[in-house]
């Protein structure tokens, strides 16, 4: 996951994976030297790797396109329809879907990025600084919802 705009928009990475490979899964004493000195290269190129690939013009334009395709699938039924089947969809409460149906009506984007921006959006409202996160990250949920789901969505009604 990483922060990818100023509104709290957190995308999941398609091509990184986490392992753990520190040094705790490790007793340092069955190690010589040079071996733990070879272990600390290979996490540094790890990393290296894996800021090298978030920062890469191919991840920035796969972010952009699934954004892009995401504006042209408007919500053709009851915005306030389509929130509930939002929220319930990804895990927002009640309170929160309120917040997320005045932000959607603010903005004015009846589509699928207008929804993933009013879910972000919506985590500035949040105190809690853990569940303000986790609605960030649910914002990027919505843009890789099943087609099926936001077909749901989009065309719902009350």
């Known amino acids: 996951m990483r922060l990818v705009c100023t509104n709290g ?14 040094r ?8 010589a030297i040079d071996t733990i000195q070879a272990i600390d290269d290979a996490f540094k190129l790890k990393v290296r790797d894996l800021v090298r690939n978030a920062i ?14 995401a504006k042209s699938n408007p919500i053709t039924g009851s915005p306030v329809k389509a929130v509930e089947v939002t ?4 895990g927002l409460s009640e309170n929160e879907s309120g917040l997320v149906l005045k932000h959607l009506i603010d903005a004015g984007d009846l589509s699928q990025f207008g929804m993933l921006n009013a879910v972000t959006r919506t ?10 996160t986790e609605v960030e990250r649910l914002g990027s949920s919505v843009l890789y ?3 099926t789901t936001w077909r749901e969505i989009a065309t719902a009604n009350s």
């Open 9 to 22: 928009l957190i995308l999941k990475d398609k091509k990184q994976r986490k392992n753990h490979a520190g």
């Open 56 to 69: 890469s013009i191919s991840t920035f334009q796969e972010a952009v396109a699934d954004m892009q395709g």
């Open 123 to 132: 985590a500035e409202d949040i105190e809690s600084y853990d569940r303000a």
């Open 87 to 90: 929220a319930k969809s990804i």
């Open 24 to 31: 705790s899964a490790e007793n340092s004493d069955l190690y």
């Open 145 to 147: 919802l099943p087609t």
